[in-house]
């Protein structure tokens, strides 16, 4: 990178920062995989909710509607991450293969970048590894 694009990084993420300043004194230091450690997946009850019959009337199933949801939040790119970590492990536990995963995240390559698409990639590697060590958090 270089100095001018650098500066000017650093100067977008400071006035990030005075804004979640301004807003919210709290939000300055908020780190959202706080919340990963603390509920690794949505209950149940609020699943049924958004992936299942409310939103799900003889429509697509929960493990094809999650798949549809990690192409989103991949094409939306880095700023996505929690939520796409959550969204895989979702569509692991409705039935999705690590494969499909990754197909789907492959195909968002065209549309988000190559960059979004790697970015996701890393994140769906990390939830497989974690699925692989039996473990819950990120």
Known sequence: MSDGFQKMFAQMLASGQEMARAFNPGLENLDTRAFERMIPTIPADMMEVWFGRTFNRDGLDSRTRLLVTIAALTVQGAHAEPQLRLSIRHALEAGATPREI?????????????????????????????????????
Do not use: C, R, S
């Open 102 to 138: 990754a197909e789907v995240i492959w195909q968002m390559g065209m549309f988000g970048g190559v960059p979004a698409m790697q970015k996701a990639l890393q994140v769906a590697q990390a939830v497989f590894d974690e699925q692989d060590d039996g473990e819950t958090t990120a």
